[in-house]
DNA sequence: TACTTTGTTCAAGTTTTTTTGAACAAAGTG
DNA sequence: CACTTTGTTCAAAAAAACTTGAACAAAGTA
């Protein structure tokens, strides 16, 4: 032998399957995806990438996870959108390698980026619209009742455009959490 | 005639029909609900609880949103269970009848209660058993790495506590809004 | 008791969302 | 250029979520 200990030259020299722990910690992230709203499968590759120091490719995430290319391809994608993946370009590797974000208000920060701030742009356009509506009624009672309601929901509206940066400077606040545990 | 304008004896005296306002209400709480991962039905009945001054049975709620008694019994139901509809025994009524909360803080209070409560309640199941797996673990670097990933967790844990008490302040302040029309 | 009204349950049907994989495009290599 | 590797797209399949309505239970009435 020439070089000693040096097995699997053509993959990338990771772990090819997963550790009880990273499987309690995908299914975890697996049932966080669902209860924000996301499909199952974004939660599992996210959560593989968290377990790992070491980037993965999307052959790697697939493999792992036994998920398809396109779940693979998608789910990544959206999660680099999202903020919670970020793919970097090792040295003389070919392939796009993935690393997980750790840290929350980045995660939160992203997520409340490509979720929440659209839904309250496009909030904005239906209140002028039921506003409108109501300015229509001919009815003086019933016009009243609709002012009342449009009003009722703007203050919603203003209220949760107020929470939003609160929540992320709250979750902000003491990230100072241990990195990888490699580096 | 010996009553004068009093049409309608046997069904409750309301409007069986929706202003076109009350459509597009109640098609924001319908989004409004899908985005906050519930049924579809459930934000149409409180969207229309919500415009109407009067309470509604079961019955009214069925026929002026056109859908079945199976969706109505079930998001009445969840949707006093979370807070966001009271019943009330009208006198002389043997029906229930239904009626919208509209503070937001109870609304936003009674949604983290049952939403976002019980998973933070699995959540500390979960962490528990990750960390058992991974103090099982014999090689050292890999148990370090798994040690930290615990950590990371457990800290995104304790700021997701600590966050849900801030939310239900900052949303209840200034709750003071226009309250119903009529009344 | 028999009848009516009111409300619940749940299996089956419908709709929506998610996943798959084969075809395709893009880019590196010999 | 021909060939390989890497990644995307999207129509169809599978899975999940939601809705329906008929059967049932509960409670009031005569």
Redesign the interface.
């Known amino acids: 032998m020439t070089s000693f200990s040096v097995a699997n030259v053509s993959s990338s020299n990771q772990k090819d399957y997963l550790?009880?722990?990273e499987i309690?910690?995908i299914d975890?992230f697996l049932n966080?995806a669902n209860?924000f709203?996301l499909p199952k499968s974004y939660g599992q590759i996210y959560g593989l990438l968290?377990?790992r120091?070491q980037s993965l490719s999307m052959d790697e995430v697939m493999k792992l996870l036994e998920i398809s290319k396109g779940s693979a391809s998608q789910g990544l994608r959206a999660l680099r959108q999202l903020g919670a993946v970020s793919s970097v370009f090792e040295p003389g590797e070919r392939k796009e390698m993935f690393v997980a974000e750790?840290r929350?208000r980045k995660l939160v920060g992203g997520f409340l980026r490509e979720?929440a701030d659209p839904?309250l742009d496009k909030?904005v356009g239906?209140l002028k619209?039921?506003e409108s509506?109501?300015n229509?009624?001919e009815d003086v009672?019933?016009r009243?009742?609709?002012?009342?309601?449009h009003?009722?929901?703007s203050?919603?509206h203003r209220?949760m455009s107020?929470?939003l940066p609160?929540?992320k400077m709250?979750?902000g606040?003491?990230d100072r959490?241990?990195?990888?545990?490699?580096d």
């Open positions: 550790d009880e722990w309690a910690v975890l966080a209860s709203g968290f377990c120091d750790i929350l979720q839904h909030g239906r619209q039921i509506l109501v229509d009624l009672d019933a009243k009742r609709g002012v009342c309601r009003e009722i929901l203050g919603w209220q107020r929470l609160w929540v709250i979750v606040k003491s959490l241990p990195q990888k545990s490699s």
